[in-house]
């Protein structure tokens, strides 16, 4: 075996020498090639596992935590919802419609594949600012590729976060979330049980696609990158509307032993992972394949990624029901082999057997690495940053303004407008809230579903941002009425051989964990994803989450937009004198600096528990939680929703600056009718939780008054500035 | 063997929104010289017939019917003899 | 009043339909498979709204050779009522019962919001409990809804009273900023002549209950079946 072909192919040679240990013998090119996909960190995960290891994963509400193709979660009355996240960053950057498209279709298969009826799309997109060309050009291609993927297959769009940032010019990021609803009797698992049993593959067929793509994925993007594009796959989401509801129909049979989407490394990851999982074997040949282009070898129909493709271990003598249903769709499955009972990948090509290897060897084997972390430099001086010395700005009001008109905090209508965010008929709150609310038909409940980090938080203090994003997307879930039951996690890193990216990764995924146990929002999966660097500089760390909830009865549904003239405004939670991090700095002091807002998790859980408690009995008519921008950010948007003004006194010993646009954590705005306001601020006494009365609803300005200064804005001129900076920028 | 390719194009009077932003984008390039776009379709049908004009004559029904809308369309066909 | 509602492959508001007839409305309904050729005796046809075959080659193009399609012509033709939404209007502009064709968006993006009709011709079986001139609110959502036809098939439309909704303001003016994909007129659906047969860009099914944010909608299914039971009497 040439060196270079194992090394070509990614492997190191302690990878290599393992790789002969385990077979006892020199691999050939198909062994070779399936090792390094599984052995790849996109599949194998060697680096991250250790620390993956510590995430909380099991709770009450957990039916199936990380392991399998998507998390679920008991929802009650027998019902579950399935949910996953998964990136798709560097097919993204490089061809962005296809990238963003084949990454909504990857993760809407994963959910389908458990046997669920995906109803619904979240995304969380990061892109360098908007003044660069090229971030335009990445952003109007993504935002695209998930319109063209997910209106065509019919799936909402229905919610997601986005942020602009320079670390990410050259390195988007999409990730990409997909829930899915089941009958928990009816959920499927990827295992291949059953020696004896047919392997079946079903759908597209395969093609010379993104071979390679998850090696790909695991290494820095450079300039020649844009050469290798043939490693982007197509997606076509007709084909996968037509395989969704084939195999949905095939689960109903009970015809289904085990079931995969495959995704990264393709037939190859689908036939092991499932054979592992069921500490059984498969033999295929892959002349049986179906294949839409002749000459391939044994080697690529193993590792093609082509898109929209399952593989299927139907029960033995159900072959011919299977291939009736799919038939009925227009689709082909084939039968491809057999699931045995010696552990064994064993590939054939006609009679000829072109690999045999260990289906554990693949899945288990690989060396895991614990990389070394280091404290990067920066952190000292930029949490050391002295903020206090910034000067005041003078004129809150215009502040306000050029706040509400940076891109991260502006209206994101622009995006949400191209997202088909209504089929299906479950969408009772529009995007741009929260959370995003589905109704479950049928029921009186909703599931409440959203996608947060920011990743400045992380930058400044791994630790402390790493709670937060999770702190973040609990507080979302619950201003809306829900109560979070688990989280599904991407986490964006650069290259974790690099000992301050991991320290970065180690401490954030050590403050997720923290924050995960004490919100009982426990991990059911998710996705790491390394190597986001161009020319050596790491993006900034972002390891989003993406959390659902389940909101018990309609009449929690609860919503931002400011009601009704008279309403009185209440803040749960604690106004600090601390600006570090913030979106005012950076805007208007052109500053990445100070430390991360504190967070205390008993202090959060108290103020969403009372938050939720509120809510669920009544006092409550809008709630919104405050992020990006502050306090004064989060009044305006609450205004602008509502398109009504408001009246607030902020009393607060603390500066202007920070008062209004500091990002202190744990605070959320709620409304109570005046009518209810003795009865809610006795029921906030009891829940012993800080609390301040800031003001009242009305009028058709947001005026807020502090010690010596006022901000007074017409919501009309909010509005303008709020809706208008994004289109402004994309339409021109 | 005929390969027939099938050229499908707005009608004149029917407002085309790509070719009008590739217009724009190609004005903004600096090409000033550029006066229209307008984008169409570009099929390519391999038949196994005897003549050309039959080859010819089965691809105009298959515009008419399929390939081109005629309430917004028109087509344009070119058949070459190739091997099969 | 029994409803059909038919699923090509591709469709995507199929579920949507149904459930509105079944569910809000609390009439039979049943799926019409594009495949067969049976109509099961439905009194109305629904063409829902989707991707039939992934809008390859042009919108509704390849759905309205599907085999069930020749029976909704037959059917159509008899005086059945169909009501194509979305997709399924592009489907009968292709089949040719109604005039026209949808093409992109001038934005060349696809447009999802709610937008507002004006009631054009409340005498119909599909808009009687409509009033003349009634704004409503319907969402929609497509990139090829630009509506558009020759002049003259335009005028004889007009005279005809077969344009039934335009994008209006919430005032109810028609003006150019009203109309969300540049359609001819602000066009957002039409009927035949012999008044059976409705096809508009706009989506009824998705605001036909209050939790959905409005219903509108529902007035159009209402004003079908109440002409329904009419003409039963």
Known sequence: MSRELWKEMGLTQEEYTKIQEILEREPNEVELGMFATMWSEHCSYKTSKPVLRTFPTEGPRILQGPGENAGIVDIGDGQAAVFKIESHNHPSAIEPYQGAATGVGGIIRDIFTMGARPVAVLDSLRF???????????????????????????????????????????NCLVNVLCIGLIDQKDIAK?????????????GARTG??????????????????????????????????????????????????????????????????????????????????????????????????????????????????????????????????????????????????????????????????????????????????????????????????????????????????????????????????????????????????????????????????????????????????ALPLGLSDCLNFGNPGKPEIFWQFKEAARGMSEACLELETPVTGGNVS?????????????????????????????????????????????????????????????????????????????????????????????????????????LAECCIAGNIGADVNLTDGIRGSSLLFGESQSRVIITVPKEKIDAALQRLKKLEVPYKVLGNVGGKALQIVGTGWKLRLDTAELEEKYREAIPCIMNS | MFKAVVTINFKKSILDPQGNAVYKALKSLGYESVRDVRIGKHIEVNLDVETKEKAEAELKEMCDKLLANPVIEDYYIEVSEVEA | MRFGVVVFPGSNCDADCYHVVDQVMGHPVTYLWHGDKDLKNVD??????????????????????????????????????????????????????????????????????????????????????????????????????????????????????????????????????????????????????????????????????????????????????????????
């Not at chain 1, 193993?302 to 898109?307: K, L, P, T």
């Not at chain 1, 203090?461 to 609990?474: D, F, L, Q, S, W």
């Not at chain 1, 937009?561 to 604690?574: Q, S, T, W």
């Not at chain 3, 409705?198 to 002409?227: Q, T, V, Y």
């Open chain 1, 190 to 202: 990827g295992t291949a049980a059953g020696p004896g049993n047919p392997v079946m593959v079903v």
């Open chain 1, 208 to 481: 010379r696609d993104g071979i390679h793509g998850c090696t790909f994925a695991s290494e820095e993007l450079s300039e020649d990158s844009e050469e290798r594009r043939p490693a982007v796959q197509v997606g076509d989401p007709f084909m996968e509307k037509l395989l969704l509801e084939a195999c949905l129909e095939l689960i109903k049979t009970g015809y289904v032993v085990g079931m995969q989407d495959m995704g990264a490394a393709g037939l190859t990851s689908s036939s092991c992972e499932m054979a592992s999982r069921a500490g059984t074997g498969i033999e295929m040949d892959v002349a049986k394949v179906p294949r839409r282009e002749t000459g391939m070898n044994p080697y690529e129909i193993m590792i093609s990624e082509s898109q929209e493709r399952m593989l299927v271990v139907p029960k033995q003598g159900k072959e011919e029901e299977v291939k009736k249903i799919f038939a009925k769709w227009g689709l082909e499955a084939v039968v491809v082999g057999q699931v045995t009972d010696d552990g064994f990948m064993t590939i054939k090509e006609g009679e000829k057997v072109v690999a045999r290897v260990p289906a554990k060897a693949l899945t288990d084997m690989c060396p895991a690495y614990t990389s070394e972390a280091v404290e990067p430099e920066y952190i000292g001086p930029a949490q050391s940053y002295d903020l206090s010395t910034l000067p005041e700005m003078e004129d809150y009001s215009q502040t306000l303004l050029s706040l509400l008109g940076t891109c991260t905090i502006a209206s994101k209508e622009w995006i949400f407008r191209q997202y088909d965010h209504m089929v299906g008929l479950n969408t009772i709150v529009q995007p741009g809230s929260d959370a995003a609310v589905l109704r479950i038909k049928g029921t009186n409940k909703a599931l409440a579903a959203t996608v947060d980090c920011n990743a400045r938080y992380v930058y400044l203090n791994p630790y402390a941002g790493g709670k937060i994003a999770v702190a973040e997307a609990a507080r979302n879930l619950v201003c809306s009425g």
């Open chain 3, 44 to 233: 109305c046809i629904i063409l829902p709204g989707g991707f039939s075959y992934g809008d390859y080659l042009r919108t509704g193009a390849i759905a309205r050779f599907s085999p069930i399609m020749d029976k909704v012509v037959e059917f159509g033709e008899k005086g059945g009522f169909i009501l194509g939404i979305c997709n399924g209007f592009q489907i009968l502009t292709e089949t040719g019962l109604l005039p026209g064709a949808l093409i992109r968006n001038p934005s060349l993006r696809f447009i999802c919001k709610d937008s507002y009709l004006r009631v054009e011709q409340n005498e119909t079986p599909f808009t009687g409990k409509y009033q003349s001139k009634q704004v409503i609110k319907v969402p929609i959502a497509h990139g090829e809804g630009s509506y558009v036809a020759d002049k003259e098939t335009l005028e004889k439309m007009e005279k005809a009273g077969q344009i039934v909704f335009r994008y209006s303001t919430s005032q109810g003016e028609i003006t150019q900023e009203a109309n969300p994909n540049g359609s001819a007129r602000n066009i957002a659906g039409i009927i035949n002549e012999k008044g059976n047969i409705l096809g508009m860009m706009p989506h009824p099914e998705r605001c036909a209950e209050a939790i959905l944010g409005g219903e509108d909608g529902k007035l159009l299914f209402e004003s079908l079946i109440n002409w329904w039971q009419g003409g039963k009497a």
């Open chain 1, 128 to 170: 360098g600012p908007l003044k660069s060309k090229k971030s335009r050009f990445l952003l109007d291609g993504v935002v695209a590729g998930i319109a063209g993927y997910g209106n065509c297959i019919g799936i909402p769009t229905i919610g997601g976060d986005i942020y602009f940032h320079p670390s990410y010019e050259d």
């Open chain 1, 530 to 634: 390394f190597h986001n660097e161009t020319k050596g500089e790491a993006i900034y760390p972002t390891p989003v989450v993406g959390m659902v909830g389940l909101i018990k009865d309609l009449s929690h549904v609860t919503t931002m937009n400011f009601k009704k003239e008279g309403d009185i405004i209440i803040l749960l939670g604690e106004n600090k004198d601390e600006l570090g991090g913030s979106t005012y700095i950076s805007v208007i002091h052109g500053l990445e600096a100070g430390n991360a807002p504190e967070i205390d998790l008993k202090l959060e859980k108290l103020v969403q528990r009372s938050t939720l408690e509120l809510i669920k009995e009544g006092f409550v008519t809008a709630a919104h939680d405050c992020a990006e921008g502050g306090l004064a950010v989060a």
